[in-house]
T-cell receptor, first 116, second 115 residues
Framework: QQQVKQSPQSLIVQKGGISIINCAYE??????FPWYQQFPGKGPALLIA?????SEKKEGRFTISFNKSAKQFSLHIMDSQPGDSATYFC???????????????FGQGTRLTINP | GAVVSQHPSWVICKSGTSVKIECRSL??????MFWYRQFPKQSLMLMAT?????????EQGVEKDKFLINHASLTLSTLTVTSAHPEDSSFYIC???????????FGPGTRLTVL
């Protein structure tokens, strides 16, 4: 119930195309869903995050779509660029609230390659 | 804002020695810091949760006597790998979360190689 399943494991997209990465969760107590971008040899960097009170959040070329009833969320990268080539991780946690920091549950990661 | 640093960025040590890794939140106070390890081409594996001024909470299967965590201030947590062995070679990453925040900010990671 604590798992977050991420797909695909790897993805190749042409420059200018749309990259789509999907995640599914089971624990309905999760209410915070961030996406992280990681380059080789570096730590993950927060890309964008969403809470379940909205179905979509957009920041520049990055959009999260959230489907609460299906317990799924996805990352869309518009106009994908070679510089977007990295590993992307979705994650989920219960909000902090008054309970203190909550652990992030990570997906397995997607290695994205954008061909020029 | 929300910058987390780690030191060192890489370290090579001999088997049997101890190695200390520092994690600092540079521009915010972090009541909670997390320590992860990551093997090549794999996801992050949470090792422990560290709260300032209290004992760390370790995940199942993580040896607390081998991976010593200290969170002595609101901006610094340390991970000490004691009596390191080659199987401890990995990429260790910390993250920090501010007071009342939901977002974890990650450090750049420390590559540990044990010979």
């Amino acid at each position: 119930q604590q798992q977050v399943k991420q797909s695909p494991q790897s993805l190749i997209v042409q420059k200018g195309g749309i990259s789509i990465i999907n995640c599914a969760y089971e624990n309905t107590a999760f209410d915070y869903f961030p996406w992280y971008q990681q380059f080789p040899g570096k730590g993950p960097a927060l890309l964008i995050a969403i809470r379940p009170d909205v179905s979509e959040k957009k920041e520049g070329r990055f959009t999260i779509s959230f489907n609460k009833s299906a317990k799924q969320f996805s990352l869309h990268i518009m106009d994908s660029q070679p510089g977007d080539s990295a590993t992307y991780f979705c994650a989920a946690s219960r909000g902090t609230g008054n309970q203190g920091a909550q652990k992030l549950v990570f997906g397995q990661g997607t290695r994205l390659t954008i061909n020029p | 804002g929300a910058v987390v640093s780690q030191h060192p960025s890489w370290v090579i040590c001999k088997s049997g020695t101890s190695v200390k890794i520092e994690c600092r939140s540079l521009d915010f106070q972090a009541t909670t810091m997390f320590w992860y390890r990551q093997f090549p081409k794999q996801s992050l594996m949470l090792m422990a949760t560290s709260n300032e001024g209290s004992k760390a909470t370790y995940e199942q299967g993580v040896e607390k006597d081998k991976f010593l965590i200290n969170h002595a201030s609101l901006t610094l947590s340390t991970l000490t790998v004691t009596s390191a062995h080659p199987e401890d070679s990995s990429f260790y990453i910390c993250s920090a979360e501010g007071v009342g925040a939901d977002t974890q900010y990650f450090g750049p990671g420390t590559r540990l190689t044990v010979l």
